[in-house]
């Protein structure tokens, strides 16, 4: 990497990832993209002060195609480091910044953070669960909650991180005949073939929207159904204009709440299973596990049975709108650039 002179070089640097990794996928980047535009524009920073660190070769490729369409400043690093080791935090060290944003999963060590507190004025961490991100200057946790906590941790959904800013086409209008179908970047447990499996036994003609990158994995035979493959800046106009949003509960599940969906939630891995849970309880959304022997049959009669029901839908928008506050998203956001104004005193 190279060694750069000044904190004038980068204002924010971000280290996090995209990968066709279970538990990665594309989650920590968008989010991180959410955060740095809306800093870039409270701050009026030139896109170039704000850098982003990651990883590029073999399974880490999407980095690339997703950064390429910002003009954030792209630093890569070797593929084979690990996070948050010794190797790891040497590289970050060599960067000077304002501000430094890590979001992942993961466990910070203690040796990581002495590594780079000294070439970045404030530290912020989001989604980890280690005791040890209390040494950060702004600890996030709005979706692995179940960690140490301390005084001054943001736990909770009332910090999620959402981009609330994105303008959607007016002229698009729900059909109840659309299904969206996200899995995150990487469908680790190829949920949405198995979800078009079971579509097959719906005799109503559906328009299924998926992301384009799924095409080159699914089988789809020739039936009777509208299969739609949308880029990724489709994302938010293919979500709003469906009826019914089936997804594994990453950060599409607050994104289909925040657009007031009727959600069937199937989740991949652990963290997204405790807040599915947590969330079904408040009667918000629909929640099916992968292993229940009755998938295809409980799949189907779940969506027949909120297909066209109006006061079903009237009921749990009622209970998402306590779930998604946009004031409290906006608050999170201010934390950010409460925490940068402080790395200038």
């Known amino acids: 990497m190279k060694k ?3 904190f004038l070089n980068h204002k924010i640097v971000f280290r996090c990832d995209a990968a066709n990794i279970p538990e990665i996928g594309s989650g920590h980047l968008y989010r991180s993209l959410i955060i740095a535009k809306f800093l870039k524009k409270k701050l009026s920073l030139n896109p170039k002060q704000i850098a982003f660190v990651v990883k590029i070769k073999g399974k880490f490729s999407k980095n690339l195609s997703i950064l390429r369409k910002s003009k954030f400043k792209i630093i890569k690093i070797k593929s084979t480091i690990k996070d948050y080791s010794i190797e790891e935090g040497k590289e970050l060290k060599k960067l000077k910044a304002n501000m430094i944003i890590i979001d992942r999963l993961g ?3 203690k040796n990581f953070y002495n590594s780079i507190k000294d070439s970045y004025k404030k530290k912020i961490i989001i989604d980890d669960s280690s ?5 950060f200057d702004l600890s996030l946790n709005p979706l692995i909650q179940n960690v140490p906590t301390f005084q001054g941790a943001k736990i909770g959904y009332q910090h999620l991180i959402l981009d609330i800013f994105k303008k959607t086409n007016p002229q698009f209008k729900k059909n109840n005949k659309n ?10 447990k190829n949920l949405s073939q198995k979800v078009i499996n079971s ?3 719906i005799k109503i003609k559906l328009n299924i929207f998926l992301p384009l990158a799924y095409k080159r994995v699914l089988k789809i035979k020739k039936n009777k159904h509208n299969f739609i493959f949308f880029r990724q800046e489709k994302y938010f106009n293919e979500l709003k204009k469906s009826n019914i949003s089936i997804i594994s509960g990453g950060i599409t599940l607050f994104d289909s709440i925040m ?3 009727k959600i069937i939630c199937i989740p991949q891995y652990k963290h997204q299973e405790l807040n599915a849970k947590k969330i079904f309880k408040t009667g918000a959304i629909n ?9 295809d049959a409980n799949l189907v009669n779940l969506i027949l049975k909120i297909y066209k029901d109006g006061h079903y839908l009237k009921k749990i928008n009622t209970i998402q709108g306590r779930i998604i506050d946009i004031k409290k998203v906006k ?3 201010e934390l950010f650039l409460k925490t940068y104004a402080k790395s200038k005193n």
Do not use: A
């Open 4 to 6: 750069y002179k000044s």
């Open 107 to 109: 466990k910070v060590r």
């Open 131 to 135: 005791i040890q991100r209390k040494l």
């Open 179 to 188: 299904i969206f179908l996200f899995f995150g970047g990487f469908d680790y």
């Open 199 to 201: 579509l097959e036994l």
């Open 259 to 261: 657009y007031k969906k």
């Open 287 to 295: 929640y099916l596990n992968l292993k229940n022997k009755n998938f």
């Open 331 to 333: 608050n999170t956001l």
